[in-house]
């Protein structure tokens, strides 16, 4: 008799194509920044053109002193109506925010989302010997999870 169930030679399952899974290659490089400076006035009107909702404040080295955001432009709308006072002399360095929460290049854009969770953050600077290199916002860790397409999370 012959045989009934022969299926050959089982095939080695299909690996997915190698996929970039680092912070890095996801982060935002040509970034929109604030100087210390800056007139708060001047943010405001560079988030709304470029539609961002925050930035990073350099120096001229590129090395990060905080990070300016809408709502610390609302901050300062709402302190200047309250006090009857105007904002045209009022700059980044005296509302920014200067503890700042970095993340590392090189981290699974994936361990990024965790901490994205975590740290209820809407961005992290990305810093490599001491200067600024990008930023990676919750909408570039979902584009990841897009080109990730959900099979491959076992990275």
């Known amino acids: 008799m012959g045989i ?3 299926m050959g030679r089982r095939a080695a399952p299909e690996k997915p ?6 912070v890095k290659d ?3 490089q040509n970034l929109v920044t604030f100087t210390e400076n800056e007139n708060i006035m001047d943010v405001m009107e560079k988030l709304i053109k470029h539609g961002i909702s925050g930035g990073c404040v350099v120096n ?3 090395e990060l002193l905080g990070m300016i ?8 709308i709402s302190d200047s109506r309250y006090y009857n006072m105007p ?3 009022l700059t980044v360095g005296k509302r920014m925010i200067t503890t700042v929460e970095t993340i ?9 989302a965790r901490k994205f969770t975590e740290l209820k953050f809407r961005r992290f600077p990305i810093i ?4 600024l290199v990008g930023q990676i916002s919750q909408r570039d860790v979902l584009n990841a999870a897009l080109k990730l397409k959900g099979h491959t999370w076992n990275y």
Not at 104 to 112: S, T, Y
């Open 104 to 112: 590392d290049g090189n981290m699974n854009v994936l361990e990024a």
């Open 17 to 22: 194509a190698e996929t970039p899974i680092s």
């Open 60 to 62: 001229e080295k590129m």
């Open 4 to 6: 009934k169930s022969f």
């Open 87 to 89: 904002m045209t002399d």
């Open 128 to 131: 490599e010997n001491g200067k």
């Open 26 to 28: 996801y982060m935002t």
């Open 69 to 76: 955001s809408e709502g610390d432009c609302m901050k300062e």
